[in-house]
């Protein structure tokens, strides 16, 4: 079983929908986060959580909201999907300090 | 304002040759950095990293270099194999206050290892 699990692995979704993305954990670690790729953007943060109680916007946060129900879970939702939230998602965990994130499969996500 | 910059968007080199990936930066308050490894439907998995403090970090096959007064660091990979074949980023770490590091990714290099 891998590390960290995010569902779905894919969506397609249409305009104005609410949709959730869930990512669950097994290594114990405090720190989660999520991330968008686009196509030659790179990987770009858009909310981070240190724990249960603390939640951070990272630099692209507009149109979204997350909840850490659990140590283990951080969710990302779209209240209201738009076309240009098109992208691979992924969730990160990390010990924290100077040390490497761990990622999830990735969940591809299409607006239409 | 990009502060991770990769920029050769692909790289084409033939098997057994090295491998050189190129990253610029420009916050100098980064003082730790990473390569991943990207494989198409996967999610990115840790390479190799490398603290400010050092200037040369060597696992296996792979080797990053650093040059602080350049603000620069380099992948090599060799001999280069057909399986290395996959987007890699440059992503560099700083503190950003209450004891949080936050990471800050390139736009990737595909790298394409020629049998």
């Known amino acids: 079983d891998a590390d960290v699990t995010q569902t779905p692995r894919n969506r397609i979704t249409k305009t104005g929908k609410r949709i959730m993305l869930e990512c669950s954990q097994t290594?114990?670690?405090?720190?989660m986060y999520w991330y968008r790729q686009d196509p030659g953007l790179g990987l770009r943060l858009i909310y981070y959580?240190?724990?249960?109680?603390?939640?951070n916007k990272g630099e692209i946060s507009d149109g979204y909201s997350v909840s850490r129900q659990a140590q283990a879970k951080f969710s990302l939702s779209l209240e209201s999907a738009i076309p240009n939230q098109t992208a691979l998602y992924f969730c990160?965990?990390?010990?924290?300090?100077?040390?490497?994130?761990?990622f999830g499969q990735g969940t591809r996500l299409t607006v239409v | 304002d990009q502060q991770v910059k990769q920029n050769s968007p692909s790289l084409s080199v033939q098997e057994g040759r090295i491998s050189i990936l190129n990253c610029d930066y420009t916050?100098?308050?980064?003082?730790?950095f990473l390569w991943y490894k990207k494989y198409p439907a996967e999610g990115p998995t840790f390479l190799i990293s490398?603290?400010?403090?050092?200037d040369k970090n060597e696992d296996g096959r792979f080797t990053v270099f650093l040059n602080k007064s350049a603000k620069h660091l380099s992948l090599h990979i060799v001999p280069s194999q057909p399986g290395d074949s996959a987007v890699y980023f440059c992503?560099?770490?700083?503190?950003?206050?209450?004891?949080?590091?936050?990471?800050?990714f390139g736009k990737g290099t595909k790298l394409s290892v020629i049998p």
């Open positions: 990160a965990t990390g010990e924290g300090g100077n040390t490497e994130a761990f």
């Open positions: 290594k114990g670690h405090d720190r």
């Open positions: 959580s240190f724990d249960v109680k603390d939640i």
């Open positions: 916050n100098s308050m980064f003082d730790y």
């Open positions: 490398i603290s400010s403090i050092k």
């Open positions: 992503a560099a770490s700083a503190y950003s206050g209450a004891g949080s590091y936050q990471l800050t």
